[in-house]
């Protein structure tokens, strides 16, 4: 089945330590995104990449970093700069329309919770 | 940048009711606006979206309004079940010739609860 793939579900992080979570998806689209998802704040864009080898800063990238090697892959790492990240967070990715104007597919997220 | 308001934040409503979510947008030259529910545990999905240049879309028991004059948009859901229980999402999106962004900025989310 086609989809987006995102790993792992749950991750438990000490304070200081970099972590990246995996996103993949096989609906050979080519734009990819991540959202951070906090309670009473809705979805807030991390970072997106419209192709491959390019991506741009969302909202809230400080403290995050991505890389866009392949089409299928998106990986995020929440490295130990970002001040507050125990969150929910969402892949997603759309096929190349006009701008803005296509559906978005989510994975299921993946929840970081740091101790 | 776009900025969009969501309210309220939690509805409860009995089965068979009609449920509103209202939305509210801040850059007049945004011209895409999605909504999406998320169900426990899952990620978000597109239940109807509608575009600028249209007032009013349906989809059996949803419907999507806008007012680009007062730049506002509400999600109906007529005669409630419990299955559609979940968070929903309202998003908006502006051209990026404007911003040169290319992403869609979302509401705060609304829990609705359908009560059997």
């Known amino acids: 089945d086609g989809g987006i793939t995102q790993s792992p579900k749950y991750l438990f992080r000490k304070e200081g330590q970099n972590v990246t979570l995996s996103c993949e998806q096989n609906l050979n689209h080519d734009a990819m995104y991540w959202y951070r998802q906090d309670p009473g704040q809705g979805l807030r864009l991390i970072y997106y990449?419209?192709?491959?080898?390019?991506?741009q800063k969302g909202d809230i990238a400080e403290g995050y970093s991505v890389s866009r090697e392949k089409k299928e892959s998106f990986p995020l790492t929440v490295t130990s700069a970002q001040k507050n990240p125990t969150a929910f967070y969402l892949c997603?990715?759309?096929?190349?329309?006009?701008?803005?104007?296509?559906?978005?597919?989510f994975g299921e997220g993946s929840r970081l919770t740091v101790l | 940048g776009e900025n969009v308001e969501q309210h309220p934040s939690t509805l409860s409503v009995q089965e068979g009711d009609s449920a509103v979510i209202k939305c509210t947008y801040s850059d007049s030259a945004s011209n895409y606006f999605p909504w999406y529910k998320q169900e426990l545990g899952k990620g978000p999905q597109l239940i109807i979206d509608i575009r600028s240049n249209v007032g009013e879309k349906k989809d059996q028991r949803i419907a999507v309004t806008l007012n680009k004059t007062a730049k506002h948009f509400s999600l109906h859901i007529t005669e409630t079940q419990p299955e559609d229980s979940a968070v929903y999402f309202c998003?908006?999106?502006?051209?990026?010739?404007?911003?040169?962004?290319?992403?869609?900025?979302f509401g705060s989310g609304t829990r609705l609860q359908v009560q059997p």
């Open positions: 997603a990715s759309s096929p190349r329309q006009r701008p803005n104007t296509g559906e978005l597919f």
């Open positions: 998003a908006a999106s502006t051209p990026p010739r404007d911003t040169g962004r290319r992403a869609l900025t």
């Open positions: 990449s419209q192709i491959v080898n390019d991506f």
